[in-house]
T-cell receptor
Framework: AQRVTQPEKLLSVFKGAPVELKCNYS??????LFWYVQYSRQRLQLLLR??SRESIKGFTADLNKGETSFHLKKPFAQEEDSAMYYC????????????FGKGTSLLVTP | DTGVSQDPRHKITKRGQNVTFRCDPI?????LYWYRQTLGQGPEFLTY????????KSRLLSDRFSAERPKGSFSTLEIQRTEQGDSAMYLC????????????FGAGSRLTVL
């Protein structure tokens, strides 16, 4: 089954410190992976997708097929980065719906 | 267009009652998805429509759940004979037919079954 695993429920870092949110996946074929974010009292929204290879709000994520990982990284965390982060990949049937991980809560403290 | 709208935002009901949620997607989006999210979990896929056709249903969608999208625009999710285990946030999302799985989510409808 196509699934993602986010091993950390909570990650706490100091402002200015590097941050890495882990995501491992199981997928047959070439996956397309996503990071979605939910800030407090806001809707779940797309942060970035690996196919676009862009940096959003200073975050990047590299697909490592050898390690089946898609970790989200930022060199210098900011307080406004505090949020729930979800890794996701297409499900195996339609390929359109996404399967989400359980999420990692990132807390950036001053 | 204010994005994906869901109604009601909160619903409290007694066990055994029926509830219905409505989702209005972004007007040009032809795909519509329903997810369920409980505390400490990520969104769990329930079902997906392309226009008015319901193309996929997950195993989570028991016989008590039914979803429709009659004219390919808004969608409803009905839960019959609610159980306490149905208490959750029900999320709707929509996406364009072209391109990858970029879902735009609504704010959700929170269901509490007493």
């Amino acid at each position: 089954a196509q699934r993602v695993t986010q091993p950390e429920k909570l990650l706490s870092v100091f402002k200015g410190a590097p941050v890495e949110l882990k995501c491992n996946y199981s997928y047959s074929g070439s996956p397309e992976l996503f990071w979605y974010v939910q800030y407090s009292r806001q809707r779940l929204q797309l942060l970035l997708r690996h196919i676009s290879r862009e940096s959003i709000k200073g975050f990047t994520a590299d697909l490592n097929k050898g390690e089946t990982s898609f970790h989200l990284k930022k060199p210098f965390a900011q307080e406004e980065d505090s949020a729930m982060y979800y890794c996701a990949l297409p499900n195996s049937n339609s390929g359109y719906a996404l399967n989400f991980g359980k999420g990692t809560s990132l807390l950036v403290t001053p | 267009d204010t994005g994906v709208s869901q109604d009601p935002r909160h619903k409290i009901t007694k066990r055994g009652q029926n509830v219905t949620f409505r989702c209005d997607p972004i007007s040009e989006h032809n795909r519509l998805y329903w997810y369920r999210q409980t505390l400490g979990q990520g969104p769990e896929f329930l079902t997906y429509f392309q226009n008015e056709a319901q193309l996929e249903k997950s195993r989570l969608l028991s016989d008590r759940f039914s979803a429709e999208r009659p004219k390919g625009s808004f969608s409803t999710l009905e839960i019959q004979r609610t159980e306490q285990g149905d208490s959750a946030m029900y999320l709707c999302a929509s996406s364009l037919g072209i391109g990858a799985n970029v879902l735009t989510f609504g704010a959700g409808s929170r269901l509490t079954v007493l």
